[in-house]
Each structure stands twice: as structure tokens, then as C-alpha cells.
């Protein structure tokens, strides 16, 4: 496959509606749609518009439109779309803190405050210590003033209590640390229990 040189040249809002004109989609209001194009980009929204495109006799998907295709049939879509993201994510972040927290509030009541890096709390086939390094890596990223203050006060910096980890870890790292703990660790089926989940099951909803 021969690559070629990209040419094409940025277009007005006005100009963005004209080629979509000539492809097709139809327009109630171009005032208002032209507000719509400045507010949300003509490449975010081309996504939403894609299920509208013709398939030639190759099964090809053509610049075309459908017949009937209505710019405000694109942006109820994008608007649905946003909504339903808004409430996965609201719903995500939930679950996420309620796991910090129980992950925080098991290990941290039975080990004490440095559980994670004792390795002795986790599985002999987890690999305990790339774990603490990338622990090591997203403390020393943090920019919270909670972090600056303990590295400016205590020793072994960038070890932190675990009630300090979690709030910085990332969600992939949580995810690992808990999956990494022993099967038959009271506070691996302690943590699940919160959540009426197997053990397991809860392992693979966090990956």
C-alpha cells in the first residue's frame, strides 16, 4: 500500500454544512446547526454519522448519506450518547472508591499501615515486587499536597501508608494488587463479600 501526503485543508462551519449538503444529510435549521458544528467538532460528530453512510455493491461505506438523513437525528444520537456515558461513568467511579476503600480498610486492619508491601499478604506466584515498583512510580507522580507532605516528613518515601496508596494508585494497579492477593486471604473474599461477589467474580470486574 503506497502512503500519500495529507492535503486536505481546514473549512469553515459553513463549509463543513455545504459538504455535508452535498453528501446527503439535510438540514432544518443551518443557523443552529452551524452553532452545533462550533461547540461540538464536525470530527467528533462524524462517528455519529457513520451508521447513516451508504455501502456500495463492495459492501464499501461511501462520503453518501441515506436518504433522509437529519443533522438532528446525529445530535440526539451524540446526546444520548453523552448522557449514557455520564451515568456509566458516575456508576464506575462509585464502585471504584467503594473498592479503595474496602481494599484500604481489610488490608490495612489485619497487616497495618505498609500491608502492600509486605509480600508474605500476597500469592507466592504474584509478581509482588514489578507491583511495588509501579506503586513506587505513581506516588512519586502525584501531585497531591497529601504526598508532597509525607515525602517532606517521613522516611522510606515513596512507601506510603496503603490509606495514602489508594488514593493515587491507579485503577490497573488496584485491579492487580487485589487479584494478586492470596485466594484463600480472608480479606480478598472479606472485600468481594461488600459487593455479594465471588471472589473471583469481582477480580474480573475490576479487570
Given at each position: 500500500m503506497t502512503l500519500v501526503t495529507y492535503s486536505k485543508p481546514p473549512i469553515t462551519f459553513a463549509q463543513q454544512i455545504m459538504s455535508l449538503e452535498q453528501k446527503g444529510m439535510l438540514f432544518e435549521d443551518k443557523g443552529a446547526a452551524e452553532a452545533k458544528l462550533a461547540s461540538i467538532s464536525y470530527y467528533r460528530l462524524s462517528g455519529y454519522w457513520y451508521p447513516f453512510r451508504i455501502r456500495n455493491n463492495q459492501n464499501v461505506v461511501t462520503s453518501q448519506f441515506r436518504g433522509g438523513t437529519n443533522f438532528n437525528e446525529?445530535?440526539?444520537?451524540?446526546?444520548?450518547?453523552?448522557?449514557?456515558?455520564?451515568?456509566?461513568?458516575?456508576?464506575?467511579?462509585?464502585?471504584?472508591?467503594?473498592?479503595?476503600?474496602?481494599?484500604?480498610?481489610?488490608?490495612?486492619?489485619?497487616?497495618?499501615?505498609?500491608?502492600?508491601?509486605?509480600?508474605?499478604?500476597?500469592?507466592p506466584k504474584f509478581k509482588h515486587y514489578k507491583w511495588v515498583k509501579k506503586l513506587k512510580s505513581e506516588v512519586k507522580r502525584s501531585k497531591d499536597d497529601f504526598i508532597r507532605h509525607y515525602e517532606n516528613k517521613y522516611n522510606d518515601f515513596p512507601i506510603v501508608p496503603i490509606w495514602m496508596l489508594t488514593e493515587v494508585?491507579?485503577?490497573?494497579?488496584?485491579?492487580?494488587?487485589?487479584?494478586?492477593?492470596?485466594?484463600?486471604?480472608?480479606?480478598?473474599?472479606?472485600?468481594?463479600?461488600?459487593?455479594?461477589?465471588?471472589?473471583?467474580?469481582?477480580?474480573?470486574?475490576?479487570?
Open positions: 446525529v445530535i440526539s444520537l451524540y446526546q444520548f450518547d453523552r448522557k449514557l456515558r455520564s451515568l456509566v461513568f458516575d456508576a464506575i467511579e462509585y464502585f471504584e472508591v467503594a473498592v479503595r476503600t474496602q481494599f484500604t480498610y481489610q488490608l490495612g486492619h489485619s497487616y497495618g499501615a505498609f500491608a502492600h508491601v509486605n509480600r508474605q499478604n500476597f500469592h494508585m491507579s485503577l490497573g494497579s488496584l485491579s492487580h494488587g487485589y487479584e494478586g492477593l492470596k485466594n484463600n486471604n480472608r480479606e480478598k473474599k472479606h472485600i468481594a463479600r461488600y459487593f455479594n461477589l465471588h471472589y473471583k467474580k469481582l477480580e474480573n470486574w475490576l479487570h
